[in-house]
């Protein structure tokens, strides 16, 4: 059975829900095969060891079958004041500039798609009062048009940015982090819908 991989950090590990996130969720409901590489507070840009850019590289197996590359576009490239960057005009690896947002994001579409042959897809978070994380977003739809990828714009749902502030409470421990009910009853349903997921 060809795997989901997802790449990211806390939200999508499930750090406000005991390790248990969407993707878990997704994995049970729909009996998906998945690697979830995911560590709390790590970011795009390749900083370190726990970068999503070295996680991906030495901790993904390189021959496996792979349905669906799923990455999170970090928060914490934001909230940290990670430089952003510029689109390359380039589509090689070794091209891309991974101490910034932009060159990491390219380099693991690279990556990713020419070591698995599949799809990719970048998921936002939900809308949260930060400019850098906007202008993150503004950016993706730039590289989904150079790199013709997939993205889940959780960010710009404008039934999630209405919701009822009881509502949001219950499903968000805060602006970044859902709960477990939170993934379930609130972002589950987008990402069934974007798979368009068959229970097998």
Excluded at 3 to 16: D, P, Q
Aim: net charge negative; aromatic share 14%; glycine share 6%.
């Amino acid at each position: 059975m060809k795997k989901y991989i997802f790449l990211g950090s806390s939200v999508t590990y499930g750090s406000a829900s005991h390790g248990y996130s969407f993707v878990d969720m997704l994995a049970e409901k729909y009996q998906i095969d998945y690697i979830k590489e995911a560590v709390s507070g790590t970011t795009l840009v390749d900083n370190g060891p726990d970068s999503y850019v070295q996680r991906m590289i030495h901790n993904l197996d390189k021959e496996m079958e792979c349905e669906q590359f799923v990455c999170q576009l970090s928060t914490n490239d934001a909230t940290q004041g990670m430089p952003l960057g510029e689109i390359s005009v380039s589509t090689k690896l070794g091209d891309f500039d991974t101490s910034t947002i932009i060159g990491a994001m390219e380099y693991i579409i690279c990556y990713a798609s020419t070591t698995w042959q599949c799809p990719v897809t970048f998921y936002t978070n939900i809308y949260y009062d930060n400019k850098n994380y906007q202008k993150m977003v503004e950016i993706m739809y730039q590289l989904k048009e150079k790199w013709d990828i997939g993205l889940i714009d959780l960010w710009n749902i404008m039934e999630m940015r209405e919701i009822e502030k009881n509502k949001y409470h219950m499903y968000m421990a805060d602006v970044i982090h859902p709960t477990e009910q939170g993934y379930r009853e609130w972002w589950l349903p987008v990402f069934e819908k974007y798979f368009k997921l068959k229970k097998r």
